[in-house]
């Protein structure tokens, strides 16, 4: 094996989305000498990026206070806010209140992919380089044990691991800092936060999966600005999830639904209820005769304050989703990776150090945000009624409750078949596309070589076919929103089949796995969803 390729910088920033972009501009407007690259695993900035996404355009407004002269492509202003209580698969009630964390006066609807492909060149006009395509592998430590850059995955390996006639040796990206922008269940983060016991002294990370389908829709029907939350069926009252509906410009309507990880019904499928959802007949007429453009999934980091790990180690730091700075209440996390990408790059500047940056953050806005409505969320754990009622008192209060509930790893929270009395699900008869999570995939425009090593690790298969096959009826073929996951039978008998070519990156099968042996890796750089506007 020959000696790999070095790149040095004083920075390197692990992931092209909000937070790691406005990082590198905010550091290179502070000391424009500094060498910063930021890479990126999608093969163009934006193209694994997904969000609601309404904006609070405060923190962009102090990055780029001309923004405004120059806008992203999708940047709608919010005009009206609605929250419906979805009674049952007939009705919707329109609620009189919208909450007050859901009020998006002054707000922007966006596509978080075109603003962060509108962000890069603003970066690279500074001076920051950025490279997508290239999928880091591997944290880099010195002899310290600190970290001290990352090794991108090497490109043409086979699937039996031998090198195809295009091989390429990835290169090391070494720098005395590295930032990771990764997002949510980051696998860079995941294994740093294993090895720094980063997480010890807080509670485990709880998470949500958000599906979003882009619909271009007949002349006529879309408000521009009009935003729609919706709360209840078709999730049962002990099943957290709720649907945004946001109305675009040129005749555009951006569409999902989010369902807490956190679920114990074994039988659930997060992709059923999204789709359930668009047949409601508060929803269909709006979408019918219409067209998918885009869909695709991502894991949202839900556990806010009481799950927030140190965000600092030995030469690196964690911000934006990486480290789980989402207001699951406000449902919006744009603002807060942006903000801590300014902030970390003000400490930086000041420091050059890494240290001393977790103290920063928890002293910031971005924490105290957090702080203010941490109950919110984990009151909905013990149903639906009462996380209502939690979420009137912690918003009478603001927040002030002298007491913090906890929250609980989502692996742990799926309950057995015949453990759990399956609620009636009252479901209806589906027309509106997609028929199935395959098609759904197509609207993803998800590329993978076929011919490389499969990136979902089962580390023991036969648990698969034997042990879950018989508690839990393999949930996988269920909680995955791109039919990975496959019980097959065939001559060899029963067998667990991954179709790694559809995988859309979302990080679901790492977080719900009820025996915790899937373990997501990063395929090849480039490969994975080509998301166009969600």
């Excluded at 609601?52 to 990055?63: D, Q």
Aim: net charge negative; with cysteine.
């Amino acid at each position: 094996m020959s000696e790999r390729d070095v790149m040095e910088y004083d920075v390197v920033t692990v992931g092209a989305g909000p937070a790691g972009l406005a990082f590198a501009i905010r550091l290179k407007q502070l000391k424009p000498d500094i060498r910063v690259c930021v890479i990126e695993k999608a093969s163009t900035v934006g193209a694994h990026i997904l969000s609601g996404a309404v904006i609070e355009p405060e923190p962009l407004n102090e990055l780029l206070p001309e923004w405004g002269k120059n806008p992203p492509p999708i940047c709608v202003p919010v005009t009206k806010d609605e929250m419906y209580w979805m009674r049952d698969k007939n009705r919707a009630v329109k609620l009189p209140v919208v909450p007050p964390q859901m009020h998006n006066h002054g707000n922007f609807i966006v596509s978080l992919g075109a603003l962060c492909a509108w962000l890069a060149p603003q970066a690279e006009a500074l001076g920051v380089e950025i490279y997508p395509g290239f999928a880091a592998s591997e944290p880099l430590f010195d002899e310290a044990g600190a970290v001290c850059g990352v090794r991108i995955g090497d490109m043409g390996v086979a699937k039996d691991g031998s090198h195809k006639a295009g091989y390429t040796q990835g290169i090391d990206i070494t720098a005395p800092i590295t930032v990771l922008g990764e997002g949510a269940r980051g696998h860079l983060s995941k294994q740093l936060i294993a090895r720094y016991a980063l997480d010890k002294d807080c509670d485990p990370q709880t998470w949500s999966i958000g599906i979003k389908e882009l619909w271009q829709l007949p002349p006529g029907r879309v408000e521009p600005g009009k935003v729609v939350h919706t709360l209840g069926w078709p999730a049962d009252n002990a099943t957290y999830g709720g649907s945004f509906l946001y109305h675009l410009d040129k005749d555009r309507v951006a569409i999902g639904y989010v369902t807490g990880l956190d679920y114990s019904d074994p039988l659930l499928s997060p992709f059923e209820l999204f789709q359930q959802l668009k047949n409601h007949p508060h929803i269909k007429p709006l979408l019918e005769g219409g067209s998918i453009v885009s869909y695709g999934a991502r894991a949202i980091a839900a556990g806010g304050w009481q799950s927030l790990p140190n965000c600092e180690m030995p030469g690196a730091l964690l911000i934006g989703d990486a480290a789980g700075l989402l207001n699951l209440p406000k449902i919006k996390g744009t603002h807060q990776a942006l903000r801590s990408g300014m902030l970390a790059a003000e400490h930086i500047a000041a420091t050059n150090t890494a240290a001393g940056w977790d103290a920063k953050l928890r002293a910031s806005a971005v924490v105290k945000e957090l702080h203010k409505v941490r109950n919110i969320k984990p009151g909905f754990h013990k149903g639906l009624w009462f996380g209502l009622a939690n979420a009137g008192w912690e918003t009478v209060t603001n927040g002030l409750s002298p007491w913090t509930l906890k929250n609980h790893a989502d692996w742990q929270q799926l309950k057995k078949i015949g453990e759990y009395e399956q609620p009636r699900r009252d479901f209806l008869e589906r027309t509106l596309p997609p028929r199935d999570r395959l098609a759904s995939v197509y609207f993803a425009a998800t590329e993978h070589d076929e011919d490389q090593p499969v990136h979902l690790k089962v580390l023991d298969t036969n648990i698969c076919v034997t042990t879950c096959a018989t508690e839990y009826q393999n949930p996988c073929q269920r909680f995955c929103p791109a039919g990975v996951y496959e019980i097959v039978n065939d001559e060899t008998g029963k067998r667990l089949q991954i179709n790694a070519a559809n995988c859309v990156h979302c990080k679901t099968c790492d977080i719900k796995d009820p025996y915790q042996i899937i373990n997501w890796v990063t395929p090849e750089g480039g490969a994975g969803p080509n998301y166009q506007n969600l």
